[in-house]
């Protein structure tokens, strides 16, 4: 028995084509492009037989031919820093959810923290014509921004505040939240703060927040150790341990995310200091262990999921052509205390 689409005397396999699904289905070959590119305007039926067709043949569309005749690739690209980082997965879980309610498909790139591999991975991505992207912070090199506005390509950026995105921007002030964490902090009592904290840029805006807030109060000291990214339980204990060795008394501990408050709980407990009775800790992000941690984690909460669906929809919606309400949304946040402070 011959295989299917192997020419005789020939060793390479002839890929199946658009003619191929539109025999196998019994239709022509504009209606199978049709229910393929456009399923809406064709009746179910018929979408069902194309694809029952495409299964049998094994057609693969050629999605980027059909994206330059109509200029649309039904692809986003969304670049993140990490992919290992908690804060990041709902958001980015949220953005493919919606984005394949919307007809769109997501293609996941890591940037790590460093403006110049964002810029490299952005110039690969605009050259595969992607109908949008979505860049995770506001801070971007030059370049970068260059190219993101000489392409024309609708772009949201996520998880931070300007009156001035690139086009639409959905997430909120780390700066803010800085000054509310400090404001807290000095409301209950406390006056000598070891700070934990990570180099990356929003985190940093966190950290200047918080020293602001608690210098302009005038009655509080201030010490900091910097650790490496990623944000690890291991690194929230090193921190701790690196603040202690410094010699110096502390009441309170905070730090820029909920992985290294968790850190520095165990290592308060393993050198027999008690929270919240001799320290006070709080975090960022509420990620799901901080609520059922021993003692729980006072934090900051981000609705982390309407980021991501935000951001689909207006992304969506622009690429769309359609009349945008705002092209900046701050979703704000919630400090939601526990019993580690």
Same mark, same amino acid.
């Given at each position: 028995?011959?295989?299917?689409?192997?020419?005789?005397?020939?060793?390479?396999?002839?890929?199946?084509?658009?003619?191929?699904?539109?025999?196998?289905?019994?239709?022509?070959?504009?209606?199978?492009?049709?229910?393929?590119?456009?399923?809406?305007?064709?009746?179910?039926?018929?979408?069902?037989?194309?694809?029952?067709?495409?299964?049998?043949?094994?057609?693969?569309?050629?999605?980027?031919?059909?994206?330059?005749?109509?200029?649309?690739?039904?692809?986003?690209?969304?670049?993140?820093?990490?992919?290992?980082?908690?804060?990041?997965?709902?958001?980015?879980?949220?953005?493919?959810?919606?984005?394949?309610?919307?007809?769109?498909?997501?293609?996941?790139?890591?940037?790590?923290?460093?403006?110049?591999?964002?810029?490299?991975?952005?110039?690969?991505?605009?050259?595969?014509?992607?109908?949008?992207?979505?860049?995770?912070?506001?801070?971007?090199?030059?370049?970068?921004?260059?190219?993101?506005?000489?392409?024309?390509?609708?772009?949201?950026?996520?998880?931070?505040?300007?009156?001035?995105?690139?086009?639409?921007?959905?997430?909120?002030?780390?700066?803010?939240?800085?000054?509310?964490?400090?404001?807290?902090?000095?409301?209950?009592?406390?006056?000598?703060?070891? $700070?934990?904290?990570?180099?990356?840029?929003? #985190? /940093?805006? &966190?950290?200047?927040? +918080?020293?602001?807030? *608690?210098?302009?109060? =005038?009655?509080?000291?201030?010490?900091?150790?910097?650790?490496?990214?990623?944000?690890?339980?291991?690194?929230?204990?090193?921190?701790?341990?690196?603040?202690?060795?410094?010699?110096?008394?502390?009441?309170?501990?905070?730090?820029?995310?909920?992985? $290294?408050?968790?850190?520095?709980?165990?290592? #308060? /407990?393993? &050198?027999?200091?008690? +929270?919240?009775?001799? *320290?006070?800790?709080? =975090?960022?992000?509420?990620?799901?262990?901080?609520?059922?941690?021993?003692?729980?984690?006072?934090?900051?909460?981000?609705?982390?999921?309407?980021?991501?669906?935000?951001?689909?929809?207006?992304?969506?919606?622009?690429?769309?052509?359609?009349?945008?309400?705002?092209?900046?949304?701050?979703?704000?946040?919630?400090?939601?205390?526990?019993?580690?402070?």
């Amino acid at each position: 028995m011959k295989a299917k689409n192997v020419p005789q005397g020939s060793g390479k396999v002839k890929s199946p084509t658009l003619e191929d699904v539109a025999r196998e289905a019994g239709l022509s070959p504009m209606t199978v492009s049709r229910a393929l590119n456009t399923p809406q305007i064709v009746r179910a039926a018929t979408v069902e037989k194309v694809k029952k067709a495409v299964a049998v043949t094994g057609y693969i569309p050629n999605l980027l031919a059909g994206g330059l005749a109509s200029k649309k690739s039904k692809l986003i690209a969304v670049v993140v820093p990490q992919i290992n980082n908690n804060m990041f997965v709902d958001s980015v879980q949220a953005l493919s959810d919606q984005l394949a309610k919307r007809g769109y498909h997501m293609l996941l790139c890591v940037s790590g923290y460093t403006e110049e591999v964002e810029t490299e991975i952005v110039s690969a991505i605009l050259s595969r014509r992607p109908d949008g992207i979505v860049l995770t912070g506001i801070q971007h090199s030059p370049e970068m921004k260059r190219i993101i506005l000489s392409s024309g390509v609708p772009v949201v950026e996520i998880w931070d505040l300007t009156p001035t995105p690139l086009d639409i921007l959905v997430g909120f002030s780390h700066e803010k939240i800085g000054n509310k964490i400090a404001q807290y902090m000095h409301d209950k009592g406390y006056r000598k703060f070891g $700070l934990i904290w990570t180099e990356d840029r929003r #985190a /940093s805006v &966190r950290k200047k927040g +918080v020293i602001d807030a *608690l210098e302009s109060y =005038g009655d509080s000291t201030v010490a900091t150790v910097t650790v490496e990214l990623p944000a690890t339980l291991s690194r929230g204990r090193q921190g701790l341990g690196q603040l202690l060795d410094l010699n110096q008394q502390y009441d309170a501990i905070i730090c820029s995310s909920d992985t $290294l408050a968790q850190g520095a709980i165990i290592e #308060a /407990s393993a &050198r027999g200091l008690s +929270v919240p009775r001799n *320290l006070g800790v709080i =975090g960022f992000g509420n990620l799901d262990f901080a609520q059922h941690n021993v003692p729980s984690i006072s934090t900051i909460s981000i609705d982390r999921w309407r980021v991501g669906i935000d951001a689909a929809n207006m992304l969506a919606d622009k690429i769309e052509g359609k009349e945008l309400a705002e092209h900046v949304i701050d979703i704000g946040f919630e400090l939601i205390e526990r019993e580690s402070s």
